[in-house]
């Protein structure tokens, strides 16, 4: 019997699109539903999106943006490199942590960086960013395979789920091992 594994991230406070992935999976039939972190930013309401994680027990990981806001830090710790993205982070981050409850506050501090399970025969291990950090971009365009197989190898995964970058996309490793970047479902 095989499991249906669904996993999403990068909410990014758009409970609509939350409710949308959510109804979508529960169509589909998935096992298990995971959230990879980035509940909050960007929307206009957000503690909405951790209500219905939380609501629906979706097991979330703590991406780098639940971790700043959970600690109250200066900035969403995103890695941006551009001045335009990294004012325009500024602009919702101060709006996300101001609205944010201190309950879904503590609750983000509370939630893991990531996590391993096991499905089928196979361990997939689950990040926001990166197993080596929550707010390293993956992109699929500059990734070899030899630093993916690095990875697995080095965190002993034989799938590596991650969402950071926001871009979907899959690549199957000479190994047999895959790395799937499920990209973002709040923000185009």
């Known amino acids: ?47 909405r999106a951790a209500e219905i994680l939380r609501g629906h027990g979706i097991p979330t990981l703590r991406g780098n943006y639940d971790e700043a806001i959970g600690h109250e830090r200066l900035d969403c710790g995103c890695g941006y ?54 707010n390293e971009f993956l992109w699929e365009s500059s990734c070899s395979d030899a630093f993916l197989e690095w990875l697995c190898e080095r965190y002993c995964a034989d799938v590596i789920a991650c969402s950071h970058s926001g871009i979907p996309w899959h690549r199957a490793l000479p190994t047999g091992r895959h790395v799937v970047n499920v990209g973002a479902i709040g923000r185009p």
């Not at 609750?107 to 089928?120: A, F, N, Y």
């Open 81 to 134: 490199t551009d001045p335009r993205d990294n004012h325009f982070a500024q602009l919702s981050y101060d709006f996300t942590l101001a609205n944010t409850a201190p309950a879904h506050r503590e609750w983000m501090r509370s939630l893991p960086e990531q996590e391993c399970i096991e499905v089928g025969s196979r361990r997939v291990l689950m990040c926001h960013g990166s197993p080596r950090r929550v």
């Open 1 to 47: 019997m095989s499991t249906r594994l669904a996993i999403f991230g990068g909410v990014y406070g758009n409970d609509l699109a939350l409710e949308a992935v959510l109804r979508h999976v529960r169509r589909r039939g998935a096992d298990l539903v995971w959230c990879l972190g980035d509940v909050g930013g960007f929307g206009p309401h957000p503690d």
